[in-house]
């Protein structure tokens, strides 16, 4: 009951920065927040927008199979938002654009500009749903189980909360909300990793020394090209990731998109892109502690490794305060990943499929549809059941941005034109010849691909342009 009544409290706050934000709110405000967001705010509460519910509870984790080596990616990172801040922000901030899709109608033409626009709602619906089944599966395993609420009575009403906070304001609430659910989320974390550090009786200084000795603290590795830790396997797959699910994701460059002007925009995301670094190094850091301090209790280390974070947080080895903040801090998460990708979807859908920006009825209708699909999808996942189904959504989920990234690269890079019908079908080819070389280099070649098949996607898209492309010029980006 503790648990609920402080999600609740959580909540009303939520609700309280939502009325203060969106009074006499209309589209531009939903859409673009008027392009007055301070850019400091959006970088803060970018990183919150960033850790998902799926990311609180398994980057711990790692380190007892990839020990640190996460953090080679994170690195990576911080070069991806530099590409992003200085090659496709000037192109959003010149051409004034409300969802980034409507690039690819003026320099490669309407097809490409609809097939885009739909691999980002069918990625990212896919996706924000995943994500949020599982952070809901949690609650209800841990809290709502024990007074027998029902799993879809527990989905709809976390999803009417995200509705009814950004249903008038949109982006521009999610600006301040964001922020301050980041707050929430690192202020959680640090508490925990306090709390964790005493229980095994160190100070902090010793709780630091002894994770930068623990063998679990390995962060490169150099050795062994075939491993899907291999350091430029990482760093440059960071680098990608980032360029496409950051600088090519309409939710994650919708905010960007809000402050005043270009230059603040790229400040935002330089800053965002260090920051993003530390806040993983606390999560791994947490990983290893709670890894010392079962094995000082004679605690068997689960297979999963998400059950580390889990088992004691949510499971309550850590003690009751600990619980309560674990749950504060992940429906922060999950609250700050969702309520962004239902109000990026939403300015996609009216934007790139309806082309009705200016439509405040077609908005709120949209908006409420979009809340009840991100329901059904999360019930049709809860009816599966099955850890290798979801794997194998996640998987597909991650090829719908290859095409992004070739359709980007193809229009910023080349002056060619294309023939505009051909392009859905080659879109749809790359991501399923990745899967085939995927398929075949497991078993031929004892090579498994990690996130390079994302660059290897983005490839075989740009391939695919360029040889069904017209001969003449295209038009200018």
């Given at each position: 009951m503790i648990i609920i009544l402080s999600i609740l409290v959580y909540f009303l706050l939520l609700l309280g920065l939502s009325w203060l934000t969106s009074r006499k709110a209309d589209n531009r405000d939903f859409f673009s927040a008027r392009h007055s967001s301070p850019w400091a705010m959006v970088a803060f509460g970018m990183?919150?927008?960033?850790?998902?519910?799926?990311?609180?509870?398994?980057?711990?984790?790692?380190?007892?199979?990839?020990?640190?080596?996460?953090?080679?990616?994170?690195?990576?990172?911080?070069?991806?938002?530099?590409?992003?801040?200085?090659?496709?922000?000037?192109?959003?901030?010149?051409?004034?654009?409300?969802?980034?899709?409507?690039?690819?109608?003026?320099?490669?033409?309407?097809?490409?500009?609809?097939?885009?626009?739909?691999?980002?709602?069918?990625?990212k619906m896919t996706g924000s749903a995943v994500k949020f089944y599982v952070v809901c599966m949690i609650l209800q395993r841990f809290v709502l189980d024990a007074y027998h609420v029902p799993f879809a009575v527990t989905v709809s009403l976390l999803v009417l909360l995200i509705w009814l906070y950004t249903r008038r304001g949109g982006i521009r609430t999610l600006v301040w909300t964001d922020s301050f659910q980041t707050l929430c989320i690192l202020a959680t974390l640090v508490l925990i990793i306090l709390s964790a550090t005493q229980a095994l009786g160190m100070s902090l200084s010793e709780a630091v020394s002894a994770v930068a000795h623990d063998a679990r603290s390995r962060i490169f590795v150099f050795d062994d090209w075939r491993s899907t830790q291999n350091f430029w396997k990482q760093f440059l797959s960071g680098v990608f990731i980032v360029v496409v699910m950051t600088g090519l994701d309409q939710d994650m460059m919708q905010k960007n998109l809000t402050c005043r002007t270009l230059r603040e925009a790229q400040k935002d995301l330089c800053s965002y892109g260090f920051a993003f670094l530390p806040a993983n190094l606390l999560l791994l850091a947490l990983g290893v502690l709670l890894a010392l301090l079962a094995q000082r209790w004679g605690i068997a280390l689960p297979e999963n490794t998400d059950e580390l974070m889990l088992d004691f947080t949510a499971g309550g080895r850590l003690g009751p305060v600990v619980t309560v903040l674990f749950s504060i801090g992940i429906v922060a998460a999950c609250f700050s990943s969702a309520d962004s990708a239902l109000t990026a979807l939403t300015t996609s859908v009216c934007v790139d499929l309806f082309r009705s920006p200016d439509d405040e009825a077609l908005r709120k209708r949209t908006h409420v549809i979009i809340a009840l699909v991100f329901i059904a999808f999360i019930l049709v996942f809860a009816r599966l059941n099955s850890t290798s189904l979801l794997q194998a959504v996640l998987m597909l989920v991650g090829y719908t941005y290859g095409p992004l990234l070739g359709l980007f690269a193809y229009g910023l890079f080349t002056r060619r034109g294309v023939r505009d019908r051909w392009v859905p079908y080659v879109c749809v080819a790359s991501p399923l010849l990745c899967l085939a070389a995927d398929l075949l280099a497991r078993r031929y070649l004892d090579y498994q691909f990690g996130y390079e098949l994302l660059m290897l996607n983005g490839a075989l898209t740009f391939v695919g342009l360029w040889l069904t492309a017209e001969r003449r010029a295209g038009r200018n980006a």
């Open positions: 990183i919150g927008a960033s850790i998902s519910g799926v990311t609180f509870v398994s980057v711990p984790g790692m380190v007892l199979s990839v020990q640190m080596t996460y953090l080679q990616m994170c690195m990576g990172y911080i070069l991806g938002y530099f590409a992003v801040a200085f090659v496709l922000l000037p192109v959003y901030y010149r051409l004034r654009l409300t969802s980034i899709y409507t690039y690819l109608q003026g320099r490669l033409g309407a097809r490409s500009y609809t097939t885009g626009a739909s691999f980002f709602l069918i990625g």
